[in-house]
């Protein structure tokens, strides 16, 4: 089932997600849910606040070399917790909470990621590149904040003006 997913300036996007301590049918289900969202809206990721649901679970699925996604590379991240942060990188993002802008953001170029699975088995994953940004991107909002938050004063405000105005003319 698609489910709707919330955008900014929505307040829900700011509440801090729970720690996972069921992994039962519900949250199987929800996740499968979440995959299908997340398709829909050609995203590469989704996190479960995103669409109203404060737990502290992520769903990844980085695009091949020819742009392409396959469920065979869905990753499902339950409880997540960075070890090991290295390196800096800026990368242009976007969110599906905040549709149609891009900003660059620094972020660690690579980590290591605990966590667990959709049955409550702990996992370790090592990222590098888009897979570590994508992963911080969506802890984030695990944590209530947006990609914007990172931006410095000059570029915040101006995206708050284009994003105004946006909204304006969507109406």
Do not use: W
Not at 91 to 97: F, H, M, V, W
């Amino acid at each position: 089932m698609i489910l709707p997913i919330i955008t900014y300036p929505d307040k829900q996007l700011k509440t801090r997600s729970l720690e996972v301590t069921n992994f039962d049918g519900l949250l199987h289900r929800f996740l499968d849910d979440m995959y299908e969202t997340m398709m829909s809206s050609n995203g590469i990721g989704l996190a479960s606040i995103q669409v109203a649901n404060p737990i502290r679970a992520i769903i990844l699925c980085i695009p091949d070399e020819d742009g392409k996604q396959h469920k065979e590379n869905l990753i499902e991240i339950i409880n997540p917790v960075i070890h090991t942060p290295r390196g800096n990188v800026l990368y242009q993002e976007g969110c599906l909470s905040v549709p149609g802008f891009y900003e660059d953001v620094e972020r660690y170029e690579s980590l290591t990621l605990h966590y667990q699975d959709r049955h409550g088995e702990p996992c370790v994953l090592h990222a590098t590149d888009l897979l570590s940004i994508a992963i911080q991107h969506e802890i984030d909002h695990l944590e209530g904040k947006l990609f914007i938050e990172k931006l410095s004063y000059y570029r915040r405000k101006k995206f708050e003006k284009e994003y105004k105005k946006a909204q304006k003319e969507k109406k």
